[in-house]
T-cell receptor, first 114, second 111 residues
């Protein structure tokens, strides 16, 4: 049981390049989230998904796209990377229940855009 | 005004001291309150959660919520060097799928 796995762990991009970050969870969770974490800014929600085939915008969605074609995977895409997208990206998942189920996080992808 | 405010610190205290970490929030619709701990180069992990005003205790950790003041706190008793981490508060409204985080407070426990 690996929990939430993010690939790649590190990546350096040049401005204008594209890439996809992959998040995979093996806990059969319905909800998945993408956050970015920047110094002094905390965790900010980019996009999230409440189930296979559904996505929704978070606080900072511009410049990113997402897809949830399979329940266990949530992909974050950068079509044309910009230096402002240099950040640590965290994926998280949680199950549906009546009370508050916790977020389970991956260990992050460190992205540098030059 | 951000939905949740948290002092980023850093906060340095000697080993064995009581630590108090705090957040304020702006929307009275928030019902669920969480504290996450994040070690360097790792993802956050849930430490405590509560959905009502009052105190919730778990070992050396106590989470406190005051809905009338929109104020949440985390207390750490008998602090240890292993408690050195960033602590993030998080909040969610009933029926809302988004979880909003504070900026996090960096805590250093000095041996």
């Amino acid at each position: 049981n690996a929990g939430v796995t993010q690939t790649p762990k590190f990546r350096v991009l040049k401005t204008g390049q594209s890439m996809t970050l992959l998040c995979a969870q093996d806990m059969n969770h319905e909800y998945m989230y993408w956050y970015r974490q920047d110094p002094g800014m905390g965790l900010r929600l980019i996009h999230y998904s409440v189930g296979e085939g559904t996505t929704a915008k978070g606080e900072v969605p511009d410049g990113y796209n997402v897809s949830r074609l399979k329940k266990q995977n949530f992909l974050l895409g950068l079509e044309s990377a910009a230096p402002s997208q240099t950040s640590v990206y965290f994926c998280a998942s949680r199950s549906i229940d009546r009370n508050n189920s916790p977020l389970h996080f991956g260990n992050g992808t460190r992205l540098t855009v030059t | 005004q951000k939905e949740v405010e948290q002092d980023p610190g850093p906060l340095s205290v000697p080993e064995g001291a009581i630590v108090s970490l705090n957040c304020t929030y702006s929307n009275s619709a928030f019902q669920y309150f969480m504290w996450y701990r994040q070690y360097s180069r790792k993802g956050p992990e849930l430490l405590m959660y509560t959905y009502s005003s009052g105190n919730k205790e778990d070992g050396r950790f106590t989470a406190q919520v005051d809905k009338s003041s929109k104020y949440i706190s985390l207390f750490i008793r008998d602090s240890q060097p292993s408690d050195s981490a960033t602590y993030l508060c998080a909040i969610r409204s009933l029926g809302d799928d988004k979880i909003i985080f504070g900026k996090g407070t960096r805590l250093h426990i000095l041996p």
